[in-house]
């Protein structure tokens, strides 16, 4: 009778791999369909498709996280210093994504306030040559209501993942890598969005001269922002799909003995 738990606890093994990849394809495959749904709005199919996307590669990643095996130990020490998320997030990427999570945000607060109640916020209306005229699409409510909602769940699932790892078992190396790739999928639903938003604006400012001086700054301040964007963009995807959390001084310092 042939012994099936070598082939089992090889796949154990990799199931984390295996969840990640599977919501990136997930998404991809709900993106594809989403952008090509019969829609009267052109806009819209993006902004879901983008959504689901974020949202898949996310999922993923926490469910991959829950199935990875953690290490049995026979001895497990303990030790007084509190475990911080900080600690196990990459150093030099967070604070950006942070900065993207929060430039999205102001983003959308702008864009709600600025668009246009007719028709449905779709649009931002300006004074064009003394006429009013109606310059999108722009974020507003309509399109930026479930960029928001998906962000807010996004980011509170990424926080309860990252303090279970913080503060579960697991040596130091396999708890950094956890953590980068969870802080990876949250950066594929943040910087996504960012550049949707900013495609969205840009569009909409430079579709006629109506913009006015205004307008100008307005890009002039958003297309440094849709190129980082593009960079978190591609450290994300990669991390996602092959996390491996770099060595630094923090394995050194005692906070990251198990409890």
Do not use: K
């Not at 926490?62 to 990875?68: E, K, N, P, R």
């Not at 600690?87 to 702008?110: D, F």
């Not at 991390?239 to 770099?246: F, K, M």
């Amino acid at each position: 009778m042939l012994d099936t738990v070598p082939l089992q606890s090889r796949f154990l093994e990799h199931a984390d791999h295996y969840a990640r990849w599977s919501g990136l394809a997930i998404g991809i495959v709900a993106a594809q369909q989403l952008v090509t749904m019969d829609s009267g709005d052109i806009t819209m199919p993006f902004v879901f498709a983008i959504t689901a996307f974020g949202l898949c590669a996310v999922g993923g990643v926490l469910l991959g996280d829950a199935l990875t095996l953690r290490p049995q130990e026979a001895v497990r020490t303990a030790s007084l210093a509190p475990r911080l998320v900080r600690a196990h997030v990459p150093p030099r990427m967070a604070p950006l994504l942070l900065l993207q999570a929060a430039s999205l945000a102001t983003l959308l607060v702008i864009g709600a306030a600025t668009a246009s109640s007719d028709p449905a916020g779709r649009v931002i209306t300006v004074t064009c040559e003394g006429m009013p005229a109606s310059l999108g699409p722009w974020p507003g409510l309509y399109y930026g209501g479930p960029m928001f909602a998906a962000l807010a769940v996004g980011t509170s699932a990424c926080v309860w993942a990252l303090r279970r790892i913080a503060h579960g078992p697991g040596d130091d190396q396999q708890r950094r890598n956890r953590a980068w790739a969870i802080t990876g999928a949250w950066g594929l639903l943040v910087s996504s969005q960012v550049l949707l938003v900013v495609l969205m604006i840009f569009v909409a400012l430079t579709e006629n001269a109506c913009a006015g001086p205004l307008g100008a700054a307005t890009i002039v301040v958003i297309c440094p922002l849709g190129l980082l964007s593009l960079f978190t963009f591609g450290w994300s995807l990669i991390t996602v799909v092959a996390p491996r959390a770099v060595y630094d001084e923090a394995a050194d310092d005692g906070t990251f003995d198990d409890e």
